[in-house]
């Protein structure tokens, strides 16, 4: 699986671990079902956090069901069945079309953005149309060559934001899903520096650092001096999870374990990560 917004199984009750996994079964069933088998390969963590948030405020009673897993193939597994897997399907297939498109211009340049984005969004029509204002003034900044990476994560959060206001559920879950687009968008940043930098690819910390590229510990030190704000950040999304968690009918402990546990694992996991030098 891909993304960020990851759990930490160490930290899951036995209960819980099949729940978390009865979802992220559930979305890659839905994707093969929708979108064909090799679609299996886009299930996203980001998108198994979004299906569990959307459950946390249903009234509805969760369903679940079992279907013949293809790894192993003869075993069933539990699955979640409902809207919330509806929609962590085709977040998984938006985010999937982001990432290719994003890739587009990297590899081809920002003249192909229009015609790929047209066949690319087909299937998500309407998270596009609500999402567009943000996904247009992220593409300026990379056009601009933007060097604050808070503009652009400001700007990916306000994104995450929208997609969450497409459904009654997810809305009263916005600010905190603000805040995690921004952080999301800041710690694939960092991860990707040497990669940025060394392909040429554009990315925010490389133009706000100019000066420090250069030195044997260059991606280090970029890191260093951010740590305190991605810090914060984490801190000001807990504090969001505490405003709403009274409200949650289901699903809280598997949200607080992605919250508490899952995404500073990831942190640590980034700014310990050894990169070349410069």
């Given at each position: ?210 000066s420090l590229l250069g030195g044997e510990e260059s991606f280090k030190e970029i890191k260093d001096k951010e740590k305190a704000s991605i810090d914060f950040l984490m801190v ?10 009274n409200d949650m009918v289901m699903n809280k402990n598997l949200i607080e374990n992605v919250l508490f546990y899952g995404m500073p694992k990831v942190m640590k996991k980034v700014f310990e990560k050894k990169d070349d030098k410069v």
């Open positions: 699986m891909i993304g960020y917004i990851k759990p930490d199984p160490d930290e899951f009750k036995v209960k819980e671990l099949k729940i978390y996994n009865a979802y992220y079964c559930g979305i890659c069933t839905s994707l093969a079902r929708k979108y064909g088998p090799f679609s299996r390969l886009i299930l996203s963590y980001d998108a198994t956090f979004y299906s569990i948030l959307e459950d946390a405020f249903s009234d509805s009673q969760r369903k679940f069901g079992k279907v013949r897993c293809p790894l192993p193939p003869f075993q069933k597994r539990m699955v979640v069945k409902g809207k919330s897997v509806d929609i962590g399907t085709e977040f998984s297939k938006f985010g999937f079309d982001l990432k290719i498109d994003d890739i587009k211009r990297d590899s081809n340049g920002i003249k192909h953005l229009l015609s790929f984005a047209l066949v690319q969004f087909k299937t998500n029509e309407n998270f596009f149309r609500i999402s567009k204002p943000y996904l247009d003034k992220i593409l300026f900044c990379e056009m601009t060559e933007e060097p604050d990476p808070m503009e652009v994560a400001d700007q990916f959060g306000r994104f995450a934001e929208s997609i969450a206001r497409s459904s009654k559920n997810l809305e009263r879950s916005s600010m905190m899903i603000y805040l995690i687009g921004r952080w999301v968008y800041l710690i694939d940043a960092l991860d990707d520096l040497e990669k940025d930098f060394k392909s040429k690819n554009y990315n925010p910390f490389l133009l706000k650092y100019k000001r999304i807990q504090e969001e999870f505490a405003k709403i968690e």
